[in-house]
């Protein structure tokens, strides 16, 4: 079974700082997706990058940025010139290919406060 | 165009009542997904709906929960007998085919007493 593990329960950091979040995953697939998603206070789950297992290269969105180690399975998140707007819950989540996004396997999460 | 909606956005209920909670997915997608966010948890896969087919209930935690699909669009989950463990935040997501990205409400907070 797969597994996903955030070690972070949570983070701060300064505003305009770059912060990384840890996740570690556990699974004998050798092809699958990877995910950060976002629930603000408002609950509502955003997508905020995805990572394709088979590319080697790093995914990356704006201010987000991923570092996939596929033979350590740590995908950890950076978010750069962080913005008060990232105070968030940040989940990360595993889909094995060719599963549906209902077999997203979630982290606990990490909970990220931006100071201003 | 319009999100994701979910009613109620928040519901209290007594231990043993039945309790019915709605999704609006966003038109044109034909999967929907419930989830269930307990406190501090993250996501926990309740129930898939994909066009015509069969739903894939495999995350149904009992038979007190139910879900149903009208005319590929509105969803209704249903908890009878409410538990205090049922409460949580549950969460419907939408997309537009199997794969693509999902596309979620605003969840609904239920609090059983």
């Known amino acids: 079974a797969q597994t996903v593990t955030q070690s972070q329960p949570e983070m701060s950091v300064q505003e305009a700082e770059t912060v990384t979040l840890s996740c570690t995953y556990d699974?004998?697939?050798?092809?699958?997706?990877l995910f950060w998603y976002k629930q603000p206070p408002s609950r509502q789950m955003i997508l905020v990058i995805r990572q394709e297992a088979y590319k080697q290269q790093n995914a990356t969105e704006n201010r987000f940025s991923v570092n996939f180690q596929k033979a350590a399975k740590s995908f950890s998140l950076k978010i750069s010139d962080s913005q008060l707007g990232d105070t968030a819950m940040y989940f990360c989540?595993?889909?094995?290919?060719?599963?549906?996004?209902?077999?997203?396997?979630f982290g606990k999460g990490t909970k990220l406060s931006v100071k201003p | 165009g319009a999100g994701v909606s979910q009613s109620p956005s928040n519901k209290v209920t007594e231990k043993g009542k039945d309790v019915e909670l709605r999704c609006d997915p966003i038109?044109?997608?034909?999967?929907l997904y419930w989830y269930r966010q307990s406190l501090g948890q993250g996501l926990e896969f309740l129930i898939y709906?994909?066009?015509?087919?069969?739903?894939?209930k495999s995350g149904l935690p009992s038979d007190r929960f139910s879900a149903e699909r009208t005319g590929g669009s509105v969803s209704t989950l249903t908890i009878q007998r409410t538990q205090q463990e049922d409460s949580a935040v549950y969460l419907c997501a939408s997309s537009l085919a199997y794969n693509s990205p999902l596309h979620f409400g605003n969840g609904t907070r239920l609090t059983v007493t």
């Open positions: 038109s044109g997608h034909t999967a």
């Open positions: 699974t004998s697939e050798n092809n699958y997706y």
């Open positions: 989540a595993f889909m094995k290919h060719g599963g549906s996004q209902g077999n997203l396997i």
């Open positions: 709906f994909q066009g015509n087919s069969a739903p894939d």
